[in-house]
């Protein structure tokens, strides 16, 4: 699995116009899910997400999590985070899992996340055309992939 985490002072997803998710002061998570992705892959990146020290504290240090901060999550499902762009200028997508496969991990993710940080998670719809507006704190993006984690 792979996830790109932008901190962000505020931040909504609309499908249709309609705001589907909302959060106020937290982290925006697109998720990227391949084939071989597991539950463990979900659990360590909820582990990692849960506790990443990414928040100003007095001094303006990156040393608080979204724990500290009792933050919220926006997690939005995003295949073209497997973007494999090595040959032509067309970006192939045979590495991210199809929606029978990545959708049950997708929220498994989702609930899970919910059920450890004990924090409030929105969402988009998987596979809809959304649209995504955040106000990017820092600005502070991160990348981790699951395959990365030893």
Request: glycine content about 8%.
């Amino acid at each position: 699995m792979r996830v790109v985490v932008q901190r962000a002072k505020d931040a909504f997803v609309t499908i249709d116009g309609l705001v589907h998710g909302k959060i106020d002061h937290g982290l925006v998570v697109l998720v990227g899910i391949e084939h071989e992705d597991t539950k463990d892959d979900a659990n360590w990146l909820i582990g990692k997400l849960s506790n990443l020290r990414i928040f100003s504290d007095e001094e303006g240090k990156m040393n608080h999590s979204i724990q500290d901060i009792q933050g919220q999550f926006l997690v939005i499902s995003q295949f073209t985070l497997h973007a494999s762009t090595k040959k032509g200028n067309r970006p192939s997508y045979i590495n991210a899992a199809r929606p029978e496969t990545a959708i049950p991990l997708y929220e498994y993710f989702v609930e899970q996340l919910r059920v450890e940080s004990k924090l409030a998670v929105e969402t988009g719809i998987f596979g809809a055309d959304m649209k995504v507006q955040l106000l990017n704190d820092g600005p502070v993006t991160i990348t981790m992939d699951s395959k990365n984690k030893e």
